[in-house]
T-cell receptor, first 111, second 111 residues
Framework: DSGVTQTPKHLITATGQRVTLRCSPR?????VYWYQQSLDQGLQFLIQ???????AKGNILERFSAQQFPDLHSELNLSSLELGDSALYFC??????????FGPGTRLTVL | QKEVEQDPGPLSVPEGAIVSLNCTYS??????FMWYRQYSRKGPELLMY????GNKEDGRFTAQVDKSSKYISLFIRDSQPSDSATYLC???????????FGKGTHLIIQP
């Protein structure tokens, strides 16, 4: 158990809908990272927050957004969902940026 | 050309064998190198972390980084059936950034 928690474990929704994924980092970690894992693209970095502020952006679509709250938990919002957004979404946290610990993931299915 | 290349396998070896997993990369700015293990539908688990070139050993695992060749390796000694998983190499630059992953190698240890 990495100490990173993610909810929900599974999410099934329809195209065009909006969902919110939640992540709680390990105790003491200030950075939260979001990744998307699909069969064709592999694990891809989406976005990083550090102590409430956006720190780095990766391959995040404009339909996706994230935030980190004062208690350091983070939410990833996915809107106008498409079939191709079906994937595993992972959150990772770190105290020092190079050592990231991953949560169990949220499996999103868009029908 | 992808930034990180990794043979997807599957790689099947008998129990007790030495396993060699490899990645090549093209971005000379990568400074931090990691290996993660991922069981089916689970979050990636950090196995090894190295900074710059050199070797690092932890139990049955040895990580090697050769920055001049842009090549990293993970060796697993005395392989066990429980080592059967997908092994992902990951890299990071020195700045604010997420991890860049290889596609992963599916490893099967035959009892």
């Amino acid at each position: 158990d990495s100490g990173v928690t993610q909810t929900p474990k599974h999410l099934i929704t329809a195209t065009g809908q909006r969902v919110t994924l939640r992540c709680s980092p390990r105790s003491g970690d200030l950075s939260v990272y979001w990744y998307q894992q699909s069969l064709d693209q592999g694990l891809q970095f989406l976005i990083q927050y550090y102590n409430g502020e956006e720190r780095a952006k990766g391959n995040i679509l404009e339909r996706f957004s994230a935030q980190q709250f004062p208690d350091l938990h983070s939410e990833l919002n996915l809107s106008s969902l498409e079939l191709g957004d079906s994937a595993l979404y992972f959150c990772a946290s770190s105290l020092v940026g190079d050592t990231q610990y991953f949560g169990p993931g949220t499996r999103l299915t868009v029908l | 050309q992808k930034e990180v290349e990794q043979d997807p396998g599957p790689l099947s070896v008998p129990e007790g064998a030495i396993v060699s997993l490899n990645c090549t990369y093209s971005n000379s700015a990568f400074q931090y190198f990691m290996w993660y293990r991922q069981y089916s539908r689970k979050g990636p688990e950090l196995l090894m972390y190295t900074y710059s070139s050199g070797n690092k050993e932890d139990g049955r695992f040895t990580a090697q980084v050769d920055k001049s060749s842009k090549y990293i390796s993970l060796f697993i000694r005395d392989s066990q059936p429980s080592d059967s998983a997908t092994y992902l190499c990951a890299m990071k630059t020195g700045g604010a950034d997420g991890l860049t992953f290889g596609k992963g190698t599916h490893l099967i240890i035959q009892p």
